[in-house]
């Protein structure tokens, strides 16, 4: 059993869709982030959320922190075939620098 | 600014051989380091993290060790490899208190 679920494990849509990830957890975090990885590559940090209830964009990406910072989604609007990848969430439950991965999300989105 | 390498980026080595992966930072002092590994597709598992030199934290009983000789160099190793330990093996920076990590390209590893 996972710490951070994360749903759907894939997505696949079309160019101008819409579509919102989910992390998911029993457990409060201290802090949450969000990467995008492609594939052979490693993945790239796109966002730290810390505060309950927080919401953060990033152009089409709008990343929000649960009230209680034990869930988190991230929403995409108008998707591009640049969007392509794999979202994983990852959370840190004190400030020792350990974080927990969730399983990811695949997004495919077909131009 | 920082950058983190690693090498070799592909290796196909056979059962029962030793293995030998190194990763180092640039930019940054004191940094946090950690080896993950990623099953295809999937999210990552702490394989091993360390906080300074010589210090080494296990997360996982395996076939693997890590080292870390220098600030800013880690390696992750193996007497005999196994075919399990196929995968794609990262390694990542950290220090902020965050908990923010940076991530090497990685090293994709085929036991054969």
């Known amino acids: 059993t996972q710490l951070l679920e994360q749903s759907p494990q894939f997505l696949s849509i079309q160019e101008g869709e819409n579509l919102t990830v989910y992390c998911n957890s029993s457990s409060v975090f201290s802090s949450l982030q969000w990467y995008r990885q492609e594939p052979g590559e490693g993945p790239v940090l796109l966002v730290t959320v810390v505060t309950g209830g927080e919401v953060k964009k990033l152009k089409r990406l709008t990343f929000q922190f649960g009230d209680a910072r034990k869930d988190s989604s991230l929403h995409i609007t108008a998707a591009q075939p640049g969007d392509t990848g794999l979202y994983l969430c990852a959370g840190a439950m004190d400030a020792g620098n350990m974080l927990t991965f969730g399983g990811g999300t695949r997004l495919m989105v077909k131009p | 600014s920082q950058t983190i390498h690693q090498w070799p980026a592909t290796l196909v080595q056979p059962v029962g051989s030793p293995l030998s992966l190194e990763c180092t930072v640039e930019?940054?002092?004191?940094?946090?380091l950690y080896w993950y590994r990623q099953a295809a597709g999937r999210g990552l598992q702490l394989l091993f993290y360390s906080v300074g030199i010589g210090q080494i934290s296990s997360e996982v009983p395996q076939n693997l060790s890590a080292s870390r000789p220098q600030d800013r160099q880690f390696i992750l190793s193996s007497k005999k490899l196994l075919l399990s330990d196929s995968g794609f093996y990262l390694c990542?920076?950290?220090?902020?208190?965050?908990?923010?990590?940076?991530f090497g390209p990685g090293t994709r590893l085929t036991v054969l």
């Open positions: 990542a920076w950290g220090w902020s208190a965050y908990n923010e990590q940076f």
């Open positions: 930019g940054t002092s004191n940094p946090n």
